[in-house]
Each structure stands twice: as C-alpha cells, then as structure tokens.
C-alpha cells in the first residue's frame, strides 16, 4: 500500500514545483576509479549488490511519493532483469546508461550507436516502455565526443543527461549552460540536454548535483541550491548511483586517493536523500518533459574549440 505523505509533505507538493531525481544504475565494481584494475570479463566473478539498493531506493520513493528517472547499464540489466521490471512496475521511468560503462572516449562512434540500439531494445523489452533518454557513463559527453550528440540524434533519442558544466579531471564543459538547454551537435542538429545540478560561485559552476558531492556535502547546502534555482524557475537534477546506499560494500582494488573518492561518505548517502525528499518534490524526466523543453531557451554547440 502507498503511504500517505505528512501534512508538511502535502503543503510542499501543492507550493512547490518538482525537481528532477535519476540513479544511475550500476554495480559498485563497474565505476570508472576501478576501470584500470577490474577488467570488464571479471564483472560476473563479483557479488552483485545493485539489487537490494534498488530496492532500498524504490520504498524511499514510495514513502515519499516521489518519481525519478533510471538510467540502466545494460550489463546490469541482462543480469537482473527482475529488477528492471520492478523498477518500471513501480512507474518510474527507465533510460539507457549504455551497455558496458566505457567512457565515450574509449568508444569509436560505430560502437557506441551499438549500444544504443542494444540497451534500449533490452530495457524497452523489461519496462514494456520506450526508452527515450540517455547518460553517458561518468558524464564523458565533452567537446571532444560531441560526435555522441548526432549518435543519439540518429537514434532517435529525445534527451540527453552527460554533460556535467564543470572543471573535472574526468569529465566537463564547464562553459556549458548549467541548466536544461539545446545541445547542438556537429551535424548541426540539437536534442534537449539536462545537466546536474550546480551553483554559481567565484565565477564558476560548482558541482551540487549528487554522487560524491551530495556526500560530500551538507544536505543544506544542495537543498540551499535547490531552492535558489526553484526561485528562479529553474528544474534542478540530481544524480545518485545505488551503491551510494551500500556502505558494507567491499573496498575496491584501487589506489587510496580512488578508494577515498569512492567511499567518501557511503554512511550518509541514505539519510541525506531522506531529508531531501522531505523537502523538496522530485519527478522524473518524463514526467516534466514539456516543461523542461519550454525551459530550454538557449542553445549550446558542442564539438567547437573556444
């Protein structure tokens, strides 16, 4: 049975405009700090705990009425379609998240439409519904694989999520527009591109999103961000991966400085998603398509040297 939110929870819905809630759905071996020492082919010798954490997530959302987006690893959903199932039957929207986390970087463009045809034939056929979004692994849509943005096109996509508009040692363009925007591929083609959350500081755009800074961070403060974009009329996006709920997951087989990135934090993942969505309403990307496309007033081509 659905649970009844409080009063507090009520008075919020009815004020409040939603937020923007995904995960990105992947087991805790398959992040890009143990990429150089898990190879792919000994994925399936490791315990997977996407599963339990999913589930943990999925009565978060229950209890709190809340909606989001999941962007599926194709590997993980071969692996455990149930969930994938339960997901979708819990009305949730499922988008692709690629078939094998590669980096688009590593990844020729002929690969990369392969596992877009390839993920959302497969979650289209778990969820029983099309899948029409997209985020590439570790946010690695850049300038330099903009040639992605006219895959996705040909594909037929309607959004993207892969661009995060910050300095990163990974990833990022931090000139991009921080919030939801057209971006326009080399082909001159654009499809509606939704970054993470982030706050103007110092000049620059300072990551808020989710992931290792919302455990980073005090809860406040990405709530502060929160409601200085609502105030804007902006819809903010946060991001989560599963196993940030997993605090008793085994330490990976990386260097110190990976492992302390990784694990930073794992213990408060869980309480500060709770207090968020006490707070605040998130949907998911479906669910506020029209409202993001009428916010998506600028245009950003990527691929071009500045």
């Not at 994938?84 to 078939?99: F, K, T």
């Not at 986390?101 to 990844?107: G, K, N, P, T, V």
């Not at 961000?225 to 990386?254: F, K, N, T």
Request: net charge positive; charged share 25%; hydrophobic share 40%.
């Amino acid at each position: 049975m659905t649970r009844q939110p409080s009063r507090t929870g009520r008075d919020r819905a009815a004020t409040e405009a939603a937020h923007i809630l995904s995960f990105d759905v992947e087991e805790y071996f398959q992040v890009e700090a143990a990429a150089h020492s898990i190879r792919r082919d000994q994925w399936s010798t490791f315990a997977g705990r996407a599963e339990p954490c999913v589930d943990l997530v999925l009565d978060l959302l229950d209890r709190h009425q809340a909606s989001a987006t999941f962007f599926v690893l194709g590997w993980v959903a071969e692996h455990q379609p149930a969930m994938v199932r339960r997901i979708a039957d819990a009305g949730h929207e499922i988008a692709s998240h690629g078939m094998t986390h590669a980096m688009l970087d590593r990844l020729a463009p002929e690969e990369l439409r392969r596992e877009l045809d390839d993920s959302r034939k497969l979650l289209e056929d778990l969820g029983g519904r099309p899948v029409s979004g997209y985020r590439a692994p570790t946010f690695s849509i850049t300038h330099q694989t903009a040639w992605a943005l006219d895959a996705l096109c040909d594909a037929g996509f309607d959004y993207d999520s892969s661009v995060f508009p910050v300095h990163h040692d990974r990833y990022g363009v931090p000139e991009a527009p921080p919030a939801a925007h057209r971006a326009v591929a080399p082909s001159g083609r654009a499809i509606l591109e939704l970054p993470p959350l982030t706050m103007r500081l110092l000049g620059q755009n300072v990551p808020m999103g989710g992931g290792g800074y919302l455990r980073l961070l005090p809860a406040r403060l990405v709530a502060q961000c929160l409601r200085s974009w609502g105030r804007r009329g902006r819809i903010g996006m946060i991001y989560l991966h599963p196993w940030e709920l997993d605090p008793g997951q085994p330490a990976l087989p990386v260097g110190r400085l990976r492992r302390w990135r990784h694990r930073l934090g794992l213990s408060t993942t869980q309480a500060k998603l709770t207090w968020l969505l006490q707070r605040f309403r998130f949907t998911s990307v479906r669910q506020s398509y029209d409202a993001l496309q009428g916010a998506a007033q600028s245009s950003f081509a990527y691929g071009v040297t500045r």
